[in-house]
């Protein structure tokens, strides 16, 4: 007796997978398969150590343990289990058996009579080969065509076929005895060693072999029943090469991608025809076409692996994009691309979340819509951040306390609700900071996407998301976090910018290393912007720095932008400056257009700005009005 080893788990169990380092790493978890977002690659199971693991929080409860555990639960042995006892002189009974339980059927068939060998010479199967492969039996006086299933010699299971079954008709047009074992009709007579043709029903594996191809089998009940694996598994096994004539349906489709899974693409070639199935094509075209069909039939694609001359050259000049608003982001980085992940990095307060805020103006300008989640602000905060950086400093009005002399912004109440009509429906926030927890903050991001069309992410900041305590350590569950909204930018083709703080050094001597956390969240990003704040002085700006802001004619330098990484288009090491205004909450330079005309359509008749400007509805603009004093 022998168990399984862990590749023939995997196999076995989980079909598609990868090997990193000590581990088999199958596309979806045996256990969860991926719960319902169907997430890939959650799952190791570590073939040196032989212990198992699957990062999903909602997956088994015993999501991790030793390789022993993980085969019980499917019934299985561990070889590994098996070697130990048999060095220690003990032994063990297979928990599953080869056949599981079946009722075995009544052996009362007989050879096929002139009437089932008519019925097979109306679809073009010749008497050979239909008295070598099918049975009669005789049900209240009427003859029923019989497939006898065989496993390993011993008849395990009778279907039984009507062959006066008419279309519409109440009676059942095939049905099998209760109780018998699932397995492959014919897979007792094939050759492991030879290709073999898998078909979705009995009729069109004898199509296949009236075409001259006898090594086929077909499945016990249509597209949707796998039983069959379990129980010829050890045969299944041996097979080295499977070709696939399924049939031309959605269902056929289906089981044909089912099958490329559970077998491995690189064991399946497939059946390219035209017409529903393997009969039909014997009926219309005749054997010699159905044999060159199965001869020309061509190698599964295997998942991942795609031909170079097939790609579609990526012409960089028509990304899929929209503007940031900022000159040296739009013309260097080219913008927000879809699809991309971009890291924002730099020390608490250098300007990140100011710089990301102020580009979703920008974005809803050109009808983008945005999802946002800020760990770090309220909604009510977020929205006065961000309402001051729309209004601009126009429209944005002083407050100061009579008792602390404390100096606070907001904007005025016309232009809060003209603001208000403009970007409803574009900007949705993720507001539940009870809980934070990365799965459902992906979960709501997905849903953003699919119901809200939001192909714009801003999650601000890595250090507040709640991670599940399983992952491991805290840089492995942010760099596996990373990957899953990079994939989730890739699959949807929307744009993720993440916020990441930087570890503690010189703001000055920054590269994509210093970035906080594991070295693969840079590695994962397509761009990395880095921002960094200038002391009063101008102090922490190089020599060549201080040239470049004194070409820009700024009365002072509050931070400096660089790009670090930029996957699209290469270039690196720019930078820009910027000084930031404290009333509107906007960065500027020469170069950034802070006139925001979009929303001020929404501005009622007679409305006076911050300047004492008023808003002439009629003619869409502001009119100067003379005034003594400020109003406001």
Same mark, same amino acid.
């Given at each position: 007796?022998?168990?399984?080893?862990?590749?023939?788990?995997?196999?076995?169990?989980?079909?598609?997978?990868?090997?990193?380092?000590?581990?088999?790493?199958?596309?979806?978890?045996?256990?969860?398969?991926?719960?319902?977002?169907?997430? &890939? !690659? =959650?799952?190791?199971?570590? /073939? $040196?150590?032989? %212990?198992?693991? +699957?990062?999903?929080?909602?997956? *088994?409860?015993?999501?991790?343990?030793?390789?022993?555990?993980?085969?019980?639960?499917?019934?299985?042995?561990?070889?590994?289990?098996?070697?130990?006892?048999?060095?220690?002189?003990?032994?063990?009974?297979?928990?599953?058996?080869?056949?599981?339980?079946?009722?075995?059927?009544?052996?009362?068939?007989?050879?096929?009579?002139?009437?089932?060998?008519?019925?097979?010479?109306?679809?073009?199967?010749?008497?050979?080969?239909?008295? &070598? !492969? =099918?049975?009669?039996?005789? /049900? $209240?006086?009427? %003859?029923?065509? +019989?497939?006898?299933?065989?496993? *390993?010699?011993?008849?395990?299971?009778?279907?039984?076929?009507?062959?006066?079954?008419?279309?519409?008709?109440?009676?059942?047009?095939?049905?099998?005895?209760?109780?018998?074992?699932?397995?492959?009709?014919?897979?007792?007579?094939?050759?492991?060693?030879?290709?073999?043709?898998?078909?979705?029903?009995?009729?069109?594996?004898?199509?296949?072999?009236?075409?001259?191809?006898?090594?086929?089998?077909?499945?016990?009940?249509?597209?949707?029943?796998?039983?069959?694996?379990?129980?010829?598994?050890?045969?299944?096994?041996?097979?080295?090469?499977?070709?696939?004539?399924?049939?031309?349906?959605?269902?056929?489709?289906?089981?044909?991608?089912?099958?490329?899974?559970?077998?491995?693409?690189?064991?399946?070639?497939?059946?390219?025809?035209?017409?529903?199935?393997?009969?039909?094509?014997?009926?219309?075209?005749?054997?010699?076409?159905?044999?060159?069909?199965?001869?020309?039939?061509?190698?599964?694609?295997?998942?991942?692996?795609?031909?170079?001359?097939?790609?579609?050259?990526?012409?960089?000049?028509?990304?899929?994009?929209?503007?940031?608003?900022?000159?040296?982001?739009?013309?260097?980085?080219?913008?927000?691309?879809?699809?991309?992940?971009?890291?924002?990095?730099?020390?608490?307060?250098?300007?990140?979340?100011?710089?990301?805020?102020?580009?979703?103006?920008?974005?809803?300008?050109?009808?983008?819509?945005?999802?946002?989640?800020?760990?770090?602000?309220?909604?009510?905060?977020?929205?006065?951040?961000?309402?001051?950086?729309?209004?601009?400093?126009?429209?944005?009005?002083?407050?100061?306390?009579?008792?602390?002399?404390?100096?606070?912004?907001?904007?005025?109440?016309?232009?809060?609700?003209?603001?208000?009509?403009?970007?409803?429906?574009?900007?949705?926030?993720?507001?539940?900071?009870?809980?934070?927890?990365?799965?459902?903050?992906?979960?709501?991001?997905?849903?953003?996407?699919?119901?809200?069309?939001?192909?714009?992410?801003?999650?601000?900041?890595?250090?507040?998301?709640?991670?599940?305590?399983?992952?491991?350590?805290?840089?492995?569950?942010?760099?596996?976090?990373?990957?899953?909204?990079?994939?989730?930018?890739?699959?949807?083709?929307?744009?993720?910018?993440?916020?990441?703080?930087?570890?503690?050094?010189?703001?000055?001597?920054?590269?994509?290393?210093?970035?906080?956390?594991?070295?693969?969240?840079?590695?994962?990003?397509?761009?990395?912007?880095?921002?960094?704040?200038?002391?009063?002085?101008?102090?922490?700006?190089?020599?060549?720095?201080?040239?470049?802001?004194?070409?820009?004619?700024?009365?002072?330098?509050?931070?400096?932008?660089?790009?670090?990484?930029?996957?699209?288009?290469?270039?690196?090491?720019?930078?820009?400056?910027?000084?930031?205004?404290?009333?509107?909450?906007?960065?500027?330079?020469?170069?950034?257009?802070?006139?925001?005309?979009?929303?001020?359509?929404?501005?009622?008749?007679?409305?006076?700005?911050?300047?004492?400007?008023?808003?002439?509805?009629?003619?869409?603009?502001?009119?100067?009005?003379?005034?003594?004093?400020?109003?406001?």
């Amino acid at each position: 007796m022998r168990g399984l080893t862990e590749k023939e788990f995997i196999e076995r169990y989980a079909g598609e997978y990868r090997v990193r380092g000590d581990e088999y790493e199958p596309k979806y978890c045996p256990l969860c398969h991926g719960g319902k977002h169907k997430d &890939k !690659y =959650t799952f190791g199971l570590n /073939f $040196k150590k032989h %212990t198992y693991q +699957c990062l999903r929080g909602n997956c *088994d409860p015993d999501r991790k343990g030793t390789f022993k555990q993980l085969c019980e639960k499917f019934g299985e042995v561990a070889e590994y289990y098996l070697e130990f006892l048999e060095k220690n002189g003990k032994t063990i009974e297979k928990v599953n058996p080869v056949k599981a339980e079946y009722t075995k059927p009544k052996d009362d068939l007989e050879v096929s009579n002139d009437e089932v060998i008519q019925y097979f010479l109306n679809r073009g199967i010749s008497k050979e080969v239909t008295t &070598k !492969y =099918t049975y009669v039996k005789k /049900f $209240k006086n009427r %003859t029923v065509c +019989c497939f006898k299933f065989t496993l *390993d010699g011993e008849h395990v299971m009778t279907k039984y076929r009507n062959i006066h079954y008419k279309e519409g008709s109440k009676e059942a047009k095939e049905n099998q005895e209760a109780g018998g074992l699932s397995v492959l009709w014919n897979i007792d007579n094939i050759d492991f060693d030879m290709p073999v043709i898998i078909t979705e029903g009995m009729i069109d594996a004898l199509s296949v072999i009236e075409a001259g191809y006898d090594n086929v089998v077909s499945v016990p009940s249509g597209c949707n029943n796998f039983k069959w694996i379990d129980n010829c598994w050890d045969k299944i096994k041996k097979v080295k090469e499977w070709v696939l004539y399924t049939d031309n349906d959605t269902p056929g489709e289906k089981m044909k991608e089912d099958l490329i899974t559970k077998f491995g693409a690189e064991k399946c070639s497939i059946v390219n025809h035209d017409l529903k199935d393997a009969n039909e094509e014997l009926l219309f075209y005749g054997k010699e076409v159905v044999a060159d069909f199965i001869k020309n039939a061509t190698k599964a694609p295997i998942s991942g692996l795609i031909d170079i001359s097939e790609v579609t050259l990526t012409d960089l000049n028509k990304v899929d994009r929209i503007y940031t608003g900022f000159n040296f982001l739009d013309r260097y980085l080219g913008g927000y691309i879809f699809p991309s992940l971009n890291v924002w990095t730099g020390k608490r307060g250098s300007g990140k979340s100011t710089m990301l805020y102020q580009s979703i103006i920008k974005a809803v300008e050109q009808n983008c819509n945005i999802f946002v989640y800020t760990g770090e602000l309220d909604s009510g905060l977020f929205k006065l951040w961000l309402y001051n950086q729309i209004a601009t400093d126009r429209h944005v009005l002083e407050f100061e306390d009579t008792n602390t002399r404390l100096v606070t912004f907001k904007p005025t109440d016309e232009a809060t609700g003209a603001i208000d009509k403009w970007i409803e429906k574009h900007l949705w926030l993720y507001d539940d900071k009870m809980t934070n927890k990365e799965d459902e903050l992906i979960e709501k991001m997905q849903q953003a996407y699919e119901r809200y069309d939001c192909r714009l992410f801003i999650l601000d900041n890595l250090t507040t998301i709640k991670f599940n305590p399983n992952k491991g350590g805290k840089y492995e569950a942010q760099s596996e976090f990373t990957d899953r909204i990079r994939n989730f930018a890739l699959r949807n083709k929307v744009c993720v910018n993440l916020v990441v703080h930087p570890r503690k050094g010189n703001a000055k001597e920054f590269d994509n290393d210093t970035v906080g956390g594991s070295g693969d969240i840079t590695n994962l990003a397509f761009s990395v912007i880095n921002i960094r704040r200038v002391d009063d002085e101008n102090e922490d700006l190089t020599e060549a720095e201080l040239k470049e802001a004194d070409k820009l004619r700024l009365e002072r330098i509050d931070s400096v932008a660089e790009i670090t990484k930029n996957r699209y288009f290469g270039m690196t090491g720019l930078k820009d400056y910027f000084t930031f205004n404290i009333r509107d909450k906007r960065f500027s330079n020469p170069a950034i257009q802070n006139n925001i005309k979009d929303w001020e359509s929404n501005l009622p008749n007679g409305y006076k700005d911050r300047l004492g400007k008023i808003y002439n509805n009629e003619l869409t603009e502001f009119e100067e009005y003379e005034v003594e004093e400020c109003p406001f």
